[in-house]
């Protein structure tokens, strides 16, 4: 089990960029896969982008590729995501998730899961 505490979050004017960081309780390179998702008020929490188990791959949702990278700190079992190039759209709160499985996009395939931190864009 794997506990996941997601920071970084905050307000921020179209076209600026945020870090956002998850803390793993535990290794997570080589253990799990992992991936971030949102949820805007009123809507379904959707996938972002995720990190394979072996962490050699890495793969978006199409709105936002260039913009967001994925990366992680094995040292400190810490995923990140970078987004840049912000728009109001991309509001929402954004989790991090690890699952057992090599890679996915879909949420049923993940176990755990962090509180979010909210990310909001203005124009």
């Known amino acids: 089990q794997v506990q996941l505490v997601e920071s970084g979050g905050g307000l921020v004017q179209a076209g600026g960029s945020l870090r956002l960081s998850c803390a793993a309780s535990a290794r997570t390179f080589g253990t799990y896969a992992m991936g971030w998702f949102r949820q805007a008020p009123g809507k379904e929490r959707d996938f972002v982008a995720g990190l394979s188990r072996s962490g050699a791959s890495k793969y978006y949702v199409d709105s936002v590729e260039g913009r967001f990278t994925i990366s992680s700190d094995n040292a400190k079992n810490t995923v990140y995501l970078q987004m840049n190039s912000l728009k109001p759209e991309d509001t929402a709160v954004y989790y991090c998730?690890?699952?057992?499985?090599?890679?996915?996009?879909?949420?049923?395939?993940?176990?755990?899961w962090g509180q979010g931190t909210q990310v909001t864009v203005s124009s």
């Open positions: 998730a690890a699952s057992h499985t090599l890679y996915s996009g879909r949420g049923v395939d993940y176990s755990y």
